[in-house]
């Protein structure tokens, strides 16, 4: 297993005591797509990050296993871990303009990225990265290579983003909302990409998202997180039929195109949901 | 394009940044007490137009109007009162190192608004935020917390226009529905009228009766929500973005 992950809890220091915001969460991933959902807060993006020992300096980490491809993450060292990030794992973040850096252009970045496991030249890299930006859907390369990232769209940001954490071909790609900013054809070829690197370099993917239909489609299992725990775990492609009543829920709240509703349903949160009595 | 009856009219709108033209000739109007939803490819222009109309590019032509009166490239305080608008980006609009509770306060300070103390535990209410998050700093909160600081701090004010930048897309779908059923009630109540941008389909032709395509800086089609369910699209673009959406819905 490329990752395996048991009982992570995640806690921060609160003038209350110690606050979880990741209580228990375990799960496997191979070469293969996982989805995560869930409720917003609900410790999807610390989860991801634990991973990459990325997580804010305050927070307490505990875990009878944090693994990536057998390394044992939390006892890691600093330089252990820069082998990994950016080169053998990716993550994609949420906040793709703000993760990127404001005083070096989307061009450079990626180029950066691509020479991290590479011996090439700068010349060669920024060919490269004008390759990738093509292979993201931006329909001028060139342009977007030499523009900073607050002269990008949201979207391009995004794509900009996705485009750096691919070019070192890593073994794991963590995508945290990698789409949310994309309209639909410009997502379902970012999807073909992630599809493609799945398929052919076997490379495991874990896409955060709370985009059910899309998941439901592209994943192949699905890990569904309430208030910092695993309430349930399904194949994707029966999403639709998920047993737990948070599950049940957040399905009915999805507006469609073809059933036209005058006002969305609405979830009534059950205290139970919190400690997994239900 | 007659601006009496529209209470937001743009007319002929072109933003260029240096070289390029982000936005080519849009025009667009939406009545009071409505909702204009905006879709369409990534990069064609919609984050622009709402910015401009929201007074944070001067670099301009063409006319805005509000309530009938040309808009002034610089925008006056009363303006400010009048409208405001939700960042696609809600990272970036909220400061690093102010707390929530001051993210709150600064609108309504600014325009001298008094009673925080009442209207800042209501603001987090009513976008379903815990009290608890109050004093935290922006980088303390999920993703999707941070977009619902950035909805409850334009709401704070009681504007009569909101700017909607992709309102929702960081949302899980249940906060959605509680957002969008909000934003529908606020309507019914107080006459709001909206611009929302965004990429779900769903959620557009939900809020908003009349809908504008955009491509490549321009708008390429203009349609009810209706005729977008039932597919009776003209562009190319729509019809493909309304096909890889219904294919989803598909189960
Ligand atoms: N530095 C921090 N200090 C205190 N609490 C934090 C900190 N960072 C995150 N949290 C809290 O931890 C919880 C989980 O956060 P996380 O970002 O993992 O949520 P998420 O599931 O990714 O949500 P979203 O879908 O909204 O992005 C949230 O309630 C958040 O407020
Ligand atoms: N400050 C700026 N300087 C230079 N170019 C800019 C600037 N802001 C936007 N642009 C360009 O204008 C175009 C339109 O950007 P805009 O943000 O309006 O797109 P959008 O339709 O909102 O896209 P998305 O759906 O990805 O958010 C893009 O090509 C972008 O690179
Ligand atoms: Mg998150
Ligand atoms: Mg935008």
């Known amino acids: ?278 | 394009m007659d601006g009496r009856f529209q209470l937001i009219v743009v007319d002929n709108l072109v933003i260029r940044f240096g070289r390029v033209e982000a936005v080519s000739g849009v025009s667009f109007a939406v009545a009071r007490g409505t909702a204009w939803g905006i879709v369409g490819e990534s990069g064609s222009g919609k984050s622009t137009v709402l910015r401009a109309l929201a007074g944070l590019n001067e670099n301009w032509s063409g006319r805005m109007l509000l309530d009938g009166e040309e808009l002034p490239r610089r925008r006056t305080r009363a303006f400010f009162r009048r409208v405001q608008m939700v960042f696609q980006d809600p990272y970036g609009s909220l400061h690093p190192r102010q707390t929530i509770d001051r993210a709150l306060a600064e609108p309504l300070v600014a325009q001298g608004i008094g009673g925080a103390d009442a209207a800042i535990p209501r603001a987090l209410d009513e976008v379903a935020l815990p009290q608890a998050v109050r004093f935290r700093y922006p980088h303390q909160l999920s993703g999707g917390q941070r977009q619902r600081v950035a909805i409850a701090r334009a709401l704070i004010t009681s504007p009569e226009v909101l700017l909607l930048d992709e309102p929702t897309s960081a949302l899980d779908v249940s906060v959605q529905a509680e957002v969008l059923n909000l934003l529908s009630d606020l309507q019914r109540e107080r006459n709001l009228t909206y611009i929302m941008v965004s990429h779900n389909l769903a959620v557009v032709a939900h809020l908003c009766p009349m809908i504008a395509v955009m491509q490549g800086g321009r708008v390429v089609e203009t349609l009810s929500a209706e005729a977008l369910r039932a597919g009776r699209t003209t562009h190319p673009h729509t019809a493909e973005l309304r096909a890889l959406s219904t294919e989803l819905e598909e189960p």
């Open chain 1, 1 to 278: 297993m490329k990752v395996e992950i048991a009982n992570l809890s995640i806690a921060f220091p609160s003038p209350r005591g110690p606050s979880l915001a990741v209580r228990g969460v375990s799960l496997t991933v191979g070469s293969e797509k996982l989805g995560i959902v869930g409720e917003s807060g609900s410790g999807k993006s610390l989860t991801a990050r634990s991973l990459l020992k990325l997580l804010p300096p305050e927070a307490r980490v505990r875990a009878d296993r944090l693994a990536f491809d057998g390394i044992d993450i939390l006892q890691a060292t600093e330089r252990q871990m820069r082998s990994i990030r950016g080169k053998r794992a990716g993550l994609i973040m949420q906040d793709p303009k703000f993760s990127l850096n404001p005083v070096m252009t989307a061009g450079e970045q990626i180029a950066e990225s691509w020479r991290l496991h590479r011996k090439t030249s700068k010349r060669e890299a920024r060919e490269a990265a004008l390759d990738l930006l093509a292979q993201v859907q931006i329909r001028d390369p060139a342009r977007v290579a030499d523009a900073y990232p607050h002269e990008l769209s949201g979207g391009m940001g995004q794509r900009v983003m996705i485009a750096m954490m691919m070019a070192p071909d890593p073994e794991l790609l963590i995508a945290d909302e990698p789409t949310s900013a994309l309209d639909a054809t410009v997502q379902a070829e970012i999807l073909r990409l992630m599809e493609d690197l799945v398929s052919r370099r076997g490379m495991s993917l874990i896409l955060i998202s709370h985009d059910l239909p899309l998941v439901s489609h592209f994943c192949d299992r699905v890990v569904v997180m309430y208030a910092g725990r695993v309430v349930e775990e399904l194949n994707a492609a029966g999403l639709a039929r998920a047993e737990h009543p948070y599950t049940r829920g957040l399905l009915a709240c999805l507006p469609t195109l073809s059933h036209p509703q005058a006002r969305l349903t609405t979830l009534t949160r059950d205290p139970a949901w919190m400690d997994g009595s239900n």
